[in-house]
């Protein structure tokens, strides 16, 4: 266990309608990382049928939740092999096409970047006249993607010096789900955006098989304690709404990663062994094979793992 201590939680309501009286839907511990021995709840809301946590950590617990090693500062062939191979295709095709159209000096940029991975994947297989930016609120993060050499600004998009209404694309990948206030965080980002200008967003489904099977504590979309909120179609399209974005596209995609991290959470609660713990993880590419086999049938009936929306500004 990494954290001794209890880190501090808050109350909150859910981000689009503000309602306070959300029934628990789940409930569970850090089962990947180990950042703290508490139990996390999940809630969903009445209104918006939005899962969220409720308590959550606070924001002074960030440092803590996200340890030096979280997979997202350090995604790398030298440690993922195969597996960062593989995605980085698939993630290449699936950005290639979310860009498809734009201008050959188009400005994207990418929220909650990371260590820079879909900046890297787009600087490497996207036209070379493309102006790359990334925004990201964790110092490690952005110091990582410094190392690639790529352009990124520390700090929130709500408070980024990129100038308004400048931006053809912007990526908001597997972020949306660990924010604080997904509501402004969306605005901020339609400022951003030309006129015709679009978002790519990615994010978990709650309206997934994975998740109506494992969502009373296992689920791997939880991530406990860093997915805040989380989303259905319904859900999502009540999102962009209360931002002032429109849905241009809203469908599913396919991800083995829930599924592979549904059962991991299950073996750890279990106090299975190590070796066994082992074989559903990121870097186990003979489940994450499997698992993407099976989410493929789920998302050709609209039901993948993952919510796949363009979304631009009203014009």
């Known amino acids: 266990m990494r954290a001794s201590e209890p880190i501090t939680l808050e109350h909150v309501p859910c981000c689009i309608c503000g309602a306070v009286d959300g029934a628990p839907v789940g409930v569970g511990e850090d089962f990947e990382y180990h950042t703290s021995a508490q139990s996390f709840l999940a809630v969903r809301c009445p209104s918006c049928d939005l899962i969220y946590l409720d308590p959550r950590p606070s924001l002074a617990s960030l440092p803590v939740i996200y340890p030096d090693d979280y997979h997202a500062f350090m995604f790398d062939e030298e440690q993922f092999g195969i597996v960062h191979k593989v995605r980085s295709r698939l993630e290449a095709r699936r950005l290639l096409r979310a860009g498809r159209g734009l201008p050959a000096d188009a400005h994207v940029l990418d929220v909650g970047c990371g260590d820079g991975f879909h900046l890297d994947l787009l600087r490497k297989h996207g036209p070379s006249g493309w102006f790359l930016h990334g925004v990201d609120t964790d110092e490690r993060a952005a110091a990582a993607a410094g190392r690639r050499g790529l352009d990124v600004e520390v700090g929130s998009v709500e408070q980024s010096r990129i100038a308004p209404g400048s931006i053809d694309l912007a990526l908001c990948i597997q972020t949306i789900e660990h924010v604080a206030d997904p509501v402004t965080v969306l605005r901020s980002i339609g400022n951003l955006l030309k006129p015709g200008g679009r978002l790519y967003l990615i994010t978990d489904n709650t309206g997934s098989p994975d998740f109506r099977l494992t969502k009373g504590r296992h689920w791997g979309g939880y991530h406990f304690p860093r997915h805040w909120n989380l989303f259905n179609k319904a859900s999502l399209r009540k999102l962009a709404e209360a931002s002032g974005m429109e849905v241009i596209t809203l469908s599913t995609t396919t991800s083995p990663v829930n599924w592979t991290y549904s059962v991991r959470n299950m073996l750890v609660d279990w106090n299975a062994p190590s070796w066994l713990v082992n074989r559903f993880s990121l870097k186990a590419a003979p489940a994450l094979a499997v698992f993407t ?23």
């Open 293 to 315: 086999a099976f989410d493929t049938m789920f998302t050709l009936i609209g039901r993948g793992a993952l919510l796949r929306a363009i979304l631009g500004r009203p014009r």
